[in-house]
């Protein structure tokens, strides 16, 4: 059963930086994709950042030159370094990974807010 845990939410200034981890566990192939969506209330759930097996990263636009994802293959972990931040960063951030089946995490919240 493929779990995902994640930590490294909660409220900054603007500005400030967060750095947000998941921990996966329960996945048998080495080859999958990582990465991070968020939703904003009353919006879509968007991707944020996603990081293949290899290291090839995706951003979205908004985000660009102020997140960095990387990966930890041996710890089948994943990171969001969020510096910069803003209050339209605010939002729930979900873990993803994507195998054969895709899977989710429970959500947390970022707050970017004075």
């Known amino acids: 059963q493929v779990q995902l845990v994640e930590s490294g939410g909660g409220l900054v200034q603007p500005g400030g930086s967060l750095r947000l981890s998941c921990a996966a566990s329960?996945?048998?192939?080495?080859?999958?994709?990582m990465g991070w969506y968020r939703q904003a209330p009353g919006k879509q759930r968007e991707l944020v950042a996603k990081?293949?097996?290899?290291?090839?990263?995706t951003y979205a636009d908004p985000v660009k030159g102020r997140f960095t994802i990387s990966r930890d293959n041996a710890k089948m972990t994943v990171y969001l370094q969020m510096d910069s931040l803003k209050p339209e960063d605010t939002a729930v951030y979900y873990c993803n990974a994507v195998t054969l089946r895709e899977y989710w995490g429970q959500g947390m919240q970022v707050t970017v807010s004075s």
């Open positions: 990081i293949s097996s290899g290291g090839s990263t």
């Open positions: 329960g996945i048998t192939s080495r080859m999958y994709v």
